[in-house]
Structures are given as C-alpha cells and as structure tokens.
Nanobody, 121 residues
Framework: QVQLVESGGGLVQAGGSLRLSCAAS????????MGWFRQAPGKQRVLVAA???????HYTDSVKGRFTISRDNVKNTAYLQMNSLKPEDTAVYSC???????????????WGKGTLVTVSS
C-alpha cells in the first residue's frame, strides 16, 4: 500500500520558519515528480511547489524566495522549507506524487492526508 505521510506542521508566528517532510512508502518515487499543495479555509487547493527527480523546481509566485522544495531519493522523502512565513500562508499542506510522470504540471496520483500550518500575526 502506497502512503505519503506529512509531518512538521504547527503554529508559528509571522516571520518564523517551518520545515515540512513527506515520507513515502510502498513504492519508490525516485523517478517521479513530487509536490506540495495547500488549501486554505474556504479556498481551493493550489500547487505551492514541485520538484522533478532531477531537481528541477517550480514555485507559485506568492512563495518564491521564501519556500524551498527538496527531495532525498534514497530516503524517498520530499521536504518543504518555509521561511518568512505570513498569516496568508495558513493552510493544510499536502504532499503529492505522480505514479508515472516526471513532468511538473501533470496530475498527481498519490496524496497525503495533510498537515496544518498556522501562522499567527
């Protein structure tokens, strides 16, 4: 059974930092794109950042320069380092991975349950 399990969420003050982890099990994603999405209350889920197996990255404009996505293919784990957090970053952050693709922008097939990030002002 394939599982993606996020960790590292919590409550932080504006300007602070958090590091999210996404541990995958059940299969390897070393050749597949992985990404982080977020869903704020009352809003649609949106892509925050994505990374290919070779390390090419994509970020949504609102997090560029503040967030960094990375991965460890040996550990089958993806990370999201979030710095200079703002109240508008408050959301449930979910990890996702593609079953077959290594191209950013194509659909994800596997999803974690999410971890809540709350940024206080």
């Amino acid at each position: 059974q394939v599982q993606l399990v996020e960790s590292g969420g919590g409550l932080v003050q504006a300007g602070g930092s958090l590091r999210l982890s996404c541990a995958a099990s059940g299969r390897t994603f070393s050749r597949n794109v992985m990404g982080w999405f977020r869903q704020a209350p009352g809003k649609q889920r949106v892509l925050v950042a994505a990374i290919t197996s070779g390390g090419s990255t994509h970020y949504t404009d609102s997090v560029k320069g503040r967030f960094t996505i990375s991965r460890d293919n040996v550990k089958n784990t993806a990370y999201l380092q979030m710095n200079s957090l703002k109240p508008e970053d408050t959301a449930v952050y979910s990890c996702a991975a593609s079953a077959h693709s290594d191209i950013i922008g194509q659909g994800m097939n596997y999803w974690g349950k999410g971890t809540l990030v709350t940024v206080s002002s």
